[in-house]
């Protein structure tokens, strides 16, 4: 089993960032993959970014291209979203994942992590 704790959440006007971290523990060695997504309300949810260490793969959403960065720290088995240029409809709670493949599954979710933009 692999569990994930994210971080980094809160309220930030537009225009502004915020960096969310999302920690590994217990089997990691079993994923080789972690990446964010996003719930707004009323809303599916929805991918926003990934990393696949083993394929050295990134890759993020048309939506937050050219604002987020997705980074990792293999020392600490964790993950970075570095959101810049944050917008109102940014506002959602952001999951952090783990698994093998993201073009399988993922197979581990953290619990989330607020983000509200405001106006």
């Known amino acids: 089993q692999v569990q994930l704790v994210e971080s980094g959440g809160g309220l930030v006007q537009a225009g502004g960032s915020l960096r969310l971290s999302c920690a590994a523990s217990?089997?990691?060695?079993?994923?080789?993959?972690m990446g964010w997504f996003r719930q707004a309300p009323g809303k599916d949810r929805e991918f926003v970014a990934y990393?696949?260490?083993?394929?050295?793969?990134?890759s993020y959403a048309e939506s937050v291209k050219g604002r987020f960065t997705i980074s990792r720290d293999n020392a600490k088995n964790t993950i970075h979203l570095q959101m810049n240029s944050l917008k109102p409809e940014d506002t959602a709670v952001y999951y952090c994942?783990?698994?093998?493949?993201?073009?399988?599954?993922?197979?581990?979710w953290g619990q989330g992590t607020q983000v509200t933009v405001s106006t």
């Open positions: 994942a783990a698994g093998i493949s993201p073009h399988i599954s993922y197979d581990y």
């Open positions: 217990g089997h990691t060695l079993t994923i080789n993959t």
């Open positions: 990393v696949y260490w083993t394929a050295g793969e990134i």
